[in-house]
């Protein structure tokens, strides 16, 4: 019989910068519909785990496969195509278009410009870009210049630009960064509901936050993982608190 197939595997992957590793012999998987935060201390190798999956960063070993697919073969966009978005720390949207028109050009493009303007005035595509301003709150600021949002509100976004393109897996790093606790707590519901569909990997650094959102947590250290589970399981944890404190 067929064992499942984990969405993500992340096989005994390395990453070396010159004699550095910043990744150093990592696996991890990531299932399903799950929701997964990853913290660990500065330099633990969080940002160059989502750039490794994303394609930013290649590996010096190991391997990455998302549904079978082995990823660090692939260029970036291929990377995208194939279901796996991700959002930078600092929003990179459109100030001077609209909000609707920033979802508008993050839904993938047709082979012309001229083909893809005309695909995405159709109802369906309407649509979408309806529902996904739903989903990040901002409906009634579709007319609105994205520039004029609150810092809040660009990366809610953000993350609609890549919802409009459906991924499968979403790669957040620190999506509540600079929030008020009204948005961080609006965040959270609006990552489990993304959850519901999609896999999110999220990196965070407040507790509180991820206690509120996290299924499974996995701590990185010196570019592996130092443990997983519960937040209550990897609170207790001695070798965590022993990296936080010590
Ligand atoms: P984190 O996100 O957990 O703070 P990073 O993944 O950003 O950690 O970095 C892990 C380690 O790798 C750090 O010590 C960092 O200085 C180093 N590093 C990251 N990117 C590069 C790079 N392009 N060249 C050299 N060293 C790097």
Not at 96 to 105: A, F, H, I, K, P
Not at 211 to 217: D, E, H, K, L, Y
Request: with cysteine; proline share 4%; hydrophobic share 40%.
């Amino acid at each position: 019989s067929r064992v499942a197939e984990s969405m993500l595997s992340i096989d005994d992957v390395t990453v070396s910068f010159g004699g550095f590793k910043a990744v150093n012999g990592l696996s991890l998987k990531i299932e399903e519909r799950e929701l997964r935060v990853v913290i660990g201390p500065n330099g633990a190798g969080k940002t160059t785990l989502l750039d490794l999956i994303c394609g930013k960063t290649r590996p010096t070993s190991g391997s990455v496969k998302f549904r079978g697919i082995e990823l660090t073969e692939l260029p970036e966009f291929k990377i995208v195509r194939a279901g796996v978005g991700r959002k930078f720390q600092n929003p990179s949207i459109y100030e001077d278009l609209s909000v609707r028109e920033n979802l508008e050009v993050s839904i993938p493009q047709a082979h012309s410009i001229r083909r893809s303007l005309f695909f995405r005035r159709t109802p369906e595509i309407r649509q979408r870009i309806d529902s996904v301003a739903e989903q990040i709150r901002l409906s009634s600021q579709l007319k609105g210049k994205a520039g004029l949002l609150s810092h809040g509100q660009k990366q809610w976004l953000e993350i609609g630009m890549l919802l409009v393109q459906d991924p499968e897996l979403l790669l957040l790093d620190e999506p509540v960064a600079g929030m008020s606790p009204k948005e961080r707590e609006q965040t959270g519901e609006l990552l489990r509901t993304i959850a519901l569909g999609k896999s999110l990997v999220v990196i965070e650094h407040d507790m509180d936050f991820v206690r509120s959102i996290a299924q499974r947590v996995t701590v990185l250290h010196q570019g592996r993982v130092l443990a997983e589970g519960t937040v209550d399981q990897i609170q207790n944890d001695p070798r965590v608190i022993e990296v936080y404190l010590g």
